[in-house]
Each structure stands twice: as C-alpha cells, then as structure tokens.
C-alpha cells in the first residue's frame, strides 16, 4: 500500500511541471467555434454524404497539431487552441454534424491499426454518421478523410464512447506522456510526435 502511494505521489510530482509548461497554443486564421465550423460548412453548398466530407475536412484542417499534452482541455477548448487528439477532435466532429442536422454518435475501439502509433496509443475514437439511409463511420484525423471510409481498421469490438470511457483512457494515458515528455527534457530530444506533433497536411 505505501509502494503504491508512493508511486502515486511520485507520478503527481511529475505531473504538475508537464501539465505547467504545456505549448501555449499557435495564433491561427483557423475556426475557432463550432459556430465558425457550421458556417463554413454551410457556405460549401455541399449536402447529403458530401456534406460529411466538408465537415470532416474542416474539423481536420482545424487541428493542424496532435497532442496528448492537453488531455484535460474539453472538445471545445480545444478546438479553440487547435491541437488535441481523437477524443477532442471527433467530439467537435459530432458537435458540428449535429448542427448540421445529421443524426451521429462516438464510437471507440480498444486496438485499431492504420495510425503506426505505440501499442498504448492504439485505441481510437471516432463518429458514425447516418446518412443516405446507413450509418457511416467519419474520423477528423485526417483532411482526405472521408465518409465510410476512415484511415484505420478497428481490431477490436467497435463500442460506444461513453463518458466513463472517455475518462478511463485519458487517466490510463497520462503515465506515458508524464514519461515522454520528462525523457524530452532530461535528453534535450523533441517530445515524441505521438504526444505532440504536427498533423498530415492531407
């Protein structure tokens, strides 16, 4: 039990410096709102599965960074300082398809493979669309994604994201970027890409 504690206190001490010096976020031209999103996604004239493309092109290109840094930040703060990862991402994808009158839920796999991420990283979570009569699976990980067809495969049972999920895997995350980051400094490397890094252009 002390062991444990001590590790406990041991992983807080190493928190607060990480969670202090995160990267401010990058001043962008970029939406900031789900509002800004809608907007821009109404001004495609674009409708049906087309209209999925543009939002999940407009939500990707709104994230150009990647980050586990900022697991705490809500989908919409995110959004804001335009970094975050699929959590965040696709939750504003929900938001914003929801606005535009689709009927859509998050989903999560426990293991997907197409990201070549670090096998702890290999969950995934993302929207279903329903559209044209068929629910679609639409991830914002990429701008050249596209409706029904996401890039990645889900290994594992595809379930609903519920919150208790959401909370889960960004607790069971935290360790691992502590490390990360605090092997960055004491190295004098860039903190690796999977924790913070910028995102396919395409």
Known sequence: MRLRWTALGALGIGLIPVWAFAPPPG????PDTVDDLVRA??????????????AI???????PVHSL??????????LAAHRGWSHQYNTVLLLLLRE???????????????????????????????TGGRWLDA???????RAGHP?????????????VTRWAVGLALVPFVIGAVWRA???????ADWVYGDRPAN
Not at 41 to 54: K, N, Q, Y
Not at 139 to 145: F, G, L, T, Y
Not at 185 to 191: I, K
């Open 100 to 130: 535009l009158g689709f009927e859509v839920r998050l989903v999560h796999a426990a293991r997907v493979r197409g990201f070549g991420l670090p096998w702890f990283l290999a969950g995934h979570s993302w929207a279903q669309v329903r």
């Open 185 to 191: 400094w004491l190295t004098g490397r860039d903190v």
């Open 139 to 145: 991830c914002a990980s990429q701008p050249s994604s």
């Open 27 to 30: 001043r962008t031209d970029l």
């Open 69 to 78: 840094w900022h697991l705490w930040e809500t989908p919409r703060r995110s």
């Open 41 to 54: 996604c109404r001004g495609s004239g674009a409708t049906g599965r087309d209209l999925v493309d543009v």
């Open 151 to 163: 890039p990645f495969v889900p290994l594992t049972p595809v379930l609903p994201l519920r919150k």
């Open 57 to 63: 092109a407009q939500v990707a290109r709104a994230y």
